[in-house]
């Protein structure tokens, strides 16, 4: 059975305390993987997508990368505006699957 | 360029009646998705329109159903609410099918 799964589900750091959010799955045939961020009351937000495992992307303090079984987004010195809901998805087929998300607060 | 519009924003509708719910994708965005998020379940898939046919459907009841349009503005239709029903619905556009996705502010349905 496809499932992602992602850790810790809720993390809190003080501003500067870099960390690393993961997703782990087990899919057959990964098309690709994908990181969302969720502010309350609104709909995700896309970050990256990853394809193939040793691929990394940055975007400022976010820094994701993937490996054959899981994927890691590191948040590099965290300020107060990246408290938020991060998702991952992973694409197999024609459909998406989503973990719950890790749920981020930093703390000024 | 505008983003994904979804309306309405907010429902409140009564079990046992039906619901209608409205995606416009972003312009030149021919797919849309369409997913149910609660706190216990996260979001999941209900299904994916492209160029007016369904392409892919996840495991719901019949009671939820969709179409779009030639414009590729997309609708979502619950029939005979059930109180579980009640959760934020997401609308997706993206270019073509898997390919990223980017998602509107969602319709937050709450059944009485």
């Known amino acids: 059975e496809d499932q992602v799964t992602q850790s810790p589900e809720a993390l809190r750091l003080q501003e500067g305390e870099s960390s690393s959010l993961n997703c782990s799955y087990t899919?057959?045939?990964?098309?690709?993987l994908f990181w969302y961020r969720q502010d309350p009351g609104k709909g995700p937000e896309f970050l990256f997508t990853l394809y193939s495992a040793g691929e990394e992307k940055e975007k400022e303090r976010l820094k994701a990368t993937l490996t054959k079984k899981e994927s890691f987004l590191h948040i590099t010195a965290p300020k107060p505006e990246d408290s938020a809901t991060y998702l991952c998805?992973?694409?197999?087929?024609?459909?998406?699957?989503f973990g719950t998300g890790t749920s981020l607060t930093v703390i000024p | 360029k505008a983003g994904v519009t979804q309306t309405p924003r907010y429902l409140i509708k009564t079990r046992g009646q039906q619901v209608t719910l409205s995606c416009s994708p972003i312009?030149?965005?021919?797919?849309v998705s369409w997913y149910q998020q609660t706190p216990g379940q996260g979001l999941q898939f209900l299904f994916e329109?492209?160029?007016?046919?369904?392409?892919n459907k996840g495991n719901f009841p019949g009671r939820f159903s969709g179409r779009q349009f030639s414009n590729s503005r997309s609708e979502m239709n619950v029939s005979t609410l059930e109180l579980g029903d009640s959760a934020l619905y997401l609308c997706?556009?993206?270019?073509?099918?898997?390919?990223?996705?980017?998602f509107g502010p969602g319709t937050r349905l709450t059944v009485t």
């Open positions: 329109y492209f160029s007016e046919t369904q392409r």
């Open positions: 899919v057959s045939g990964l098309r690709g």
């Open positions: 997706a556009s993206s270019l073509t099918t898997n390919w990223e996705q980017y």
């Open positions: 312009s030149g965005h021919r797919s």
């Open positions: 998805a992973v694409q197999t087929g024609n459909q998406f699957y």
